[in-house]
C-alpha cells in the first residue's frame, strides 16, 4: 500500500510541476521562439525545485536536505534529458507541436524520477555514523556503603 501511496502522490506532484514546465516553456518560447531545446530545458528545471520539496516531505516523507536536493536534482537531470530528448525528436521527426511533444514526453522523465527517487534518493538509509548511534546507559556500579 505504500508503494500506492507514494505513485499517488508523486503523480499529483509531478501535475503541479507539469503546470510549472508548461507556463514556463510557453512564456520563454514566447519570449524567444528560436531556442526550443533551452526553453524546454529551463521549464523542466524550473519544476524541480518545488517538486522536490513536495516530493521529500508529502510524497516520501523525508527532511529536506542539501544532499537530498544535490542527489534529486541529479536523478531529474537525467531525467530532463530523457524528456527533452523525446520532446525534440517528436517535434523535429513528425512535426508535433512543441507543447503536444512535451506532454507526451513528460510520462518517461517523471518514470525515470520516480523509480530513481525511490531506489536512491529518499530510500530510508541505515544509521552510519557512531555518533547517530543511541548508546544503551551503562548500569551504575552498586554503593557499598552501608552494606556489611
Avoid: C
Wanted: proline residues 4%; glycine residues 6%.
Amino acid at each position: 500500500m505504500m508503494w500506492l501511496r507514494r505513485i499517488i502522490w508523486y503523480g499529483l506532484v509531478g501535475l503541479s510541476g507539469v503546470i510549472v514546465n508548461l507556463g514556463v516553456l510557453t512564456l520563454f518560447h514566447l519570449v524567444l521562439p528560436h531556442f526550443k531545446t533551452l526553453d524546454s530545458l529551463v521549464a523542466v528545471e524550473a519544476s524541480i525545485v518545488p517538486n522536490y520539496l513536495l516530493n521529500a516531505r508529502i510524497t516520501f516523507r523525508n527532511r529536506i536536505t542539501w544532499k537530498g536536493f544535490g542527489q534529486y536534482n541529479l536523478v531529474m537531470a537525467l531525467a530532463e534529458v530523457i524528456q527533452v530528448v523525446i520532446a525534440r525528436y517528436l517535434n523535429i521527426a513528425y512535426a508535433v507541436d512543441y507543447r503536444i511533444a512535451q506532454v507526451i514526453a513528460i510520462p518517461f522523465g517523471t518514470g525515470f524520477g520516480f523509480l530513481f527517487s525511490s531506489i536512491w534518493v529518499f530510500r530510508k538509509r541505515e544509521v552510519r555514523h557512531e555518533s547517530d548511534l543511541q548508546r544503551p546507559s551503562e548500569p551504575r556500579p552498586q554503593s557499598t556503603e552501608g552494606h556489611s
